[in-house]
Structure formats: C-alpha cells, structure tokens
T-cell receptor, first 116, second 112 residues
Framework: GAVVSQHPSRVICKSGTSVKIECRSL??????MFWYRQFPKQSLMLMATSNEGSKATYEQGVEKDKFLINHASLTLSTLTVTSAHPEDSSFYIC????????????FGPGTRLTVL | TQLLEQSPQFLSIQEGENLTVYCNSS?????LQWYRQEPGEGPVLLVTVVTGGEVKKLKRLTFQFGDARKDSSLHITAAQPGDTGLYLCAGYGSGNTGKLIFGQGTTLQVKP
C-alpha cells in the first residue's frame, strides 16, 4: 500500500520560533498533498491544498503568511509554522493523492506541535 | 456547502455491546469513506462505499451507503476494547478538487 511519512513526529519549540514539518510520499508520486490540523477529540480541519510546482491553496481563515507550504517535488511537501505561538499547538496531519490514484488519500502519521 | 453530520460524537459502551454510528448529509456524495484514528496517529482508511445501497463488511464492522448516497452508517457488533478510537466519515466534495469533507467524528470508548 501507499505510505506517507511525516517528520518530525513530535516537536516542542519556544514561542516566536519557526517550525518546519515534512510530508513525504514514500512509494508513489503525489501530485497533490493536503495539510490538516486537528484538536483533541475533534475531526480534521483542512488548512490548505498543496500542488507540486504551484502555490498552495489555503482554506478560508488560514493565514498563508503564517503557515507556509512548499511542494517542491512530487514526493515532498513542507509546512512551516512561522513565529509560532502557544495557540498554534496542535496535531498536524498531511495526506497525499497520487498520480492516477483516484479517490484515495493516504494519510501521514501526524506531527504533534507544542509551542511553549 | 457540502456538510457531513456525524452522530453520536461520543460513545462509551461495555465490551460485547453493539453500536451504530451515523453519517448524514443533504448532499449526494459519489462515495463515502470511513476512517479509524488512534491517539497520536493519522487516520487509517477502513472502507470506501461507492454504490447506493451498498453494504460492506469488515469482520465485526458493517458499513452501509444509503440508496440516495446521502448517508452512511457504521455498525459494530460485539465491540471490543481494541475498537476504541475516533471514527471519521468523509466524502469528496463537488468540483473534483480532491478535497475530503470530514464529519465531526465519533469518539468510541469500549470498556472491558
């Protein structure tokens, strides 16, 4: 099956610093990747859609200057939380949609971000 | 706007009991997916239902897709503590964007 990895799995940082989270499709090429945010015992909230080689499309209410997304290759998308604050603490999950793989998104294991 | 209403949002039952989780919408979906997520991990796809009226079984889990493709249900028979987790239904929105629309999720706790 298709595998998506995320790195790091957990990160703790100080307020005001920036944190980069990587999302990789390990055995397939992903034309589109999605970034979600999830609070405890709640559903996934889509933040943005990332297409390889083009600018990300952000959902309403998501600050594009705060959550920088780069999809430089068909197997890697990165999410950078800039000038992180405690309210940015959350579980961030990516998913990938492969070329020719219709109707199936493969999810990464998530990254727990804690901002002190 | 397409929405998926999932209920109940929280469920705590004893081992051996049966339960049903519902996922409803006023919109038609081409398919619906069910995921299970454990704390600190990403969602894992359980099943995709595509045809109206379709029933799929996965061991003790039975998934149904409504005839009109606007609703789905997940029934668990003789729940076990290992079934504990967050269950999510999701469907693809209109417009072929690839975006998944998620229900609110159902947190299930099965007590031994």
């Amino acid at each position: 099956g298709a595998v998506v990895s995320q790195h790091p799995s957990r990160v703790i940082c100080k307020s005001g610093t920036s944190v980069k989270i990587e999302c990789r499709s390990l055995d397939f090429q992903a034309t589109t990747m999605f970034w979600y945010r999830q609070f405890p015992k709640q559903s996934l909230m889509l933040m943005a859609t990332s297409n390889e080689g083009s600018k990300a499309t952000y959902e309403q209410g998501v600050e594009k200057d705060k959550f920088l997304i780069n999809h430089a290759s068909l197997t890697l998308s990165t999410l950078t939380v800039t000038s992180a604050h405690p309210e940015d603490s959350s579980f961030y999950i990516c998913s990938a949609l492969g070329q020719g793989m219709t109707d199936t998104q493969y999810f990464g294991p998530g990254t727990r971000l804690t901002v002190l | 706007t397409q929405l998926l209403e999932q209920s109940p949002q929280f469920l705590s039952i004893q081992e051996g009991e049966n339960l049903t989780v519902y996922c409803n919408s006023s919109s038609v979906f081409s398919s619906l997916q069910w995921y299970r997520q454990e704390p600190g991990e990403g969602p894992v796809l359980l099943v995709t239902v595509v045809t109206g009226g379709e029933v799929k079984k996965l061991k003790r889990l039975t998934f149904q897709f409504g005839d009109a493709r606007k609703d789905s249900s997940l029934h668990i028979t003789a729940a076990q503590p290992g079934d504990t987790g967050l269950y999510l239904c999701a469907g693809y929105g209109s417009g072929n964007t690839g975006k998944l629309i998620f229900g609110q999720g159902t947190t299930l706790q099965v007590k031994p």
